[in-house]
DNA sequence: GAATAATGACAATCTAATTGTCATATTAGG
DNA sequence: CCTAATATGACAATTAGATTGTCATTATTC
């Protein structure tokens, strides 16, 4: 018998929605000069800081098109932010790694949002913070363990 | 001396992103068959159960342009899942509020969500989700109430 | 070695949302 | 009470992130 209400599940859910936008909108002012698209920005955040996948690797990783991601990376290739290394694993489909330009400008962007992190949890209980963490996390593991 | 890390902080932030996406592809599911978009959706919970705002009032509550939902509520009054009531503090801008059918309509969509969200938290400490629901609606209040 | 699957590239489309504009209605100030 | 400033609704064009569909080519598997 689990004593929280289904409501009080439910708000978590629809918090997230809400802060998701916040967040997005808040992130997206931080970074935007240094002409990064919150598409860069997820592909970045995958590959920080020494990881190295395929194009069709990141876009399961990411929930999205591997389409989508290809774009994204193309761009980014052509930015000189991410590089192809050969792939062990197959020849063709290169595996895409972090630059260190890239490295740099993603500690850039980390940077910034720890900034505004610490100022958005000041204060909070530490206990908390780290409850609502591992909460969060199991969420995140059952749904993406359980792709429907 | 709060003793999170910055890093634990952050981590939180960064669930919140991925969680909505999944949490969103999750809940389109949903909802597609009932022809209800994200966007009507957010206004449709806006105005339950007995919510009555008016179109701008919904746009700073969502946080986009009146203009955007001023189109999702002229979609949603189509249907006839929203009506127009005379506002006593605003001749022409119309209180929008649900109607008996939307009214429903938003319950089918919140008993589909209830039955996800009872198996996604199911089994996780009642004091968990309580402390998570606690932080996550304190990082919206801060965000919300600062509205850069 | 042939059949099947995966990859990269490209085009078209979609949705949520934005910005900009306009006419009109409403409110607030003098 | 009248005017100036503001708010509203409607509409158009555009943007960003993403999807679906398609195709040629390259890999992998049987």
Redesign the interface.
């Known amino acids: 018998m ?3 209400t ?1 409501s ?19 992130s997206d ?1 931080h970074i935007s000069d240094l002409g990064v698209t919150s598409a860069d920005r997820a592909v970045l ?1 995958f590959l920080y800081p020494e990881h190295a996948f395929t194009v069709p690797e990141l876009a399961v990783r990411y ?1 999205v098109t591997r389409q989508h991601v290809q774009v994204t990376v193309n761009r980014l290739l052509k930015r000189g932010l991410v590089e192809q290394r050969p792939n062990p694993r197959h020849l063709r489909s290169k595996l895409i790694r972090l630059t260190s330009r890239g490295r740099k400008l993603f500690e850039t962007i ?1 940077g910034r ?2 900034e505004a ?2 100022a ?21 593991e ?3 363990g359980d792709p ?1």
Chains 1, 2 share one sequence.
Request: glycine share 6%; charged share 25%.
């Open positions: 689990t004593s929280f289904n009080e599940a439910y708000q978590v859910i629809w918090h997230i929605r809400r802060l998701f936008r916040l967040l997005a909108a808040r002012e955040e929930r980390l949002d720890q992190v610490t958005l949890f000041g204060g909070l209980p530490a206990g908390c913070v780290e409850t609502t963490h591992n909460t969060l996390r199991t969420l995140l059952r749904l993406e429907q």
